[in-house]
């Protein structure tokens, strides 16, 4: 079955500090999605990155960076320069195939990442 | 970019009443929509899956009785948690995926906070 883990139940840091968390996936699939969405304390949902299993290139966006690892089944996010406008739940997730063959998504436990001032 | 309402952002009722929460689709035509359910500091889980003009489909352990969708039109979804109880007490996230080729691409609305008393 589809699994998504996120070890890291919260992490704290100091403002300008770099930090990984972490996301291990298990699929049956050989073709999948993986994404990466923050809930701040707001609760909506913000999209952050989707990546197609067949591209293993790490990609970097502003302070964000993920670093894709077919071989380990790994998804890991990097937040440079970390800002107290980070603190948030952030959630790895995976697609997967509902019973009625629609494409819906594994979502991680969350990590929730304090930044402090 | 692509935009997901959903009314009402919170919601207080009495144990035994039913509530219904709206998820639509602002800009964008959506012919598939997910339903998820969070409790506090918990992963979002799905529901059941909603296709219009057709029944949703459920995902284990869903009760189809106890939450009726209905998928009426391409920018309209309905979750209606009939005969509610504490236990239905939950962040309830609404997501639709464009008709568009990019099959994954869903975007989530800003969740609605039932409260059960």
């Known amino acids: 079955a589809q699994k998504v883990t996120q070890a890291q139940t919260e992490i704290s840091v100091v403002e300008k500090e770099d930090v990984t968390l972490d996301c291990v996936y298990e699929t049956r699939d050989t073709t999948y999605y993986l994404f990466w969405y923050k809930q701040p304390p707001s609760g909506e949902l913000v999209f952050l990155i989707r990546r197609n299993s067949f591209d293993e290139q790490n990609e970097i966006s502003g302070r964000y960076s993920w670093n894709f690892q077919k071989s380990t089944s790994s998804f890991n996010f990097t937040i440079t320069a970390s800002q107290v406008v980070d603190s948030a739940v952030y959630f790895c997730?995976?697609?997967?195939?509902?019973?009625?063959?629609?494409?819906?998504?594994?979502f991680g436990k969350g990590t929730k990442l304090t930044v402090n001032p | 970019g692509a935009v997901v309402s959903q009314h009402p952002s919170w919601v207080i009722c009495k144990s035994g009443t039913s509530v219904k929460i709206e998820c639509r689709s602002l800009d964008f035509q959506a012919t598939t929509m997910f339903w998820y359910r969070q409790f506090p500091k918990q992963s979002l889980m799905l529901m059941a899956t909603s296709n219009e003009g057709s029944k949703a489909t459920y995902e284990q352990g869903v009760e189809k009785d106890k939450f009726l969708i209905n998928h009426a039109s391409l920018t309209l979804s309905t979750l209606t948690v009939t005969s509610a109880h504490p236990e239905d007490s939950s962040f309830y996230i609404c997501?639709?995926?464009?008709?568009?080729?990019?099959?994954?691409?869903?975007?989530f609305g800003p969740g609605t906070r039932l409260t059960v008393t």
């Open positions: 997730a995976l697609s997967d195939l509902t019973q009625g063959g629609s494409e819906k998504l594994v």
């Open positions: 997501s639709a995926r464009d008709q568009g080729p990019e099959t994954y691409e869903q975007y």
